[in-house]
């Protein structure tokens, strides 16, 4: 999963993330609490590339922090909402 862009954003920021093989993926927001605020993506998805863009109107300005798991993968980016 790369970067999210832009970062810091205001207040819709795209996500990308290349899957080489089939695999289910799941990419949640979290606040700084660990609380899910938001799922994203959470299916099947065959080996490709994708962008996926979270619109985060609705929530406060501060960090958040984005996790994508697919299969044994999982990591966790910071990104910064500014309002």
Do not use: C
């Amino acid at each position: 999963m790369s970067q999210n862009y832009p970062n810091p954003f205001n207040p819709v920021t795209t996500l990308s993330f290349d899957l080489p093989e089939d695999n289910q993926v799941k990419i949640t927001i979290h606040n700084v609490l660990g609380e899910v605020v938001a799922t994203l993506v959470n299916d099947q998805r065959p080996a490709g590339r994708y962008t996926v863009q979270w619109d985060a109107r609705q929530f406060p300005s501060g960090m958040y922090l984005v996790r994508m798991e697919a299969g044994s993968y999982g990591f966790t980016r910071k990104m910064m909402l500014l309002k």
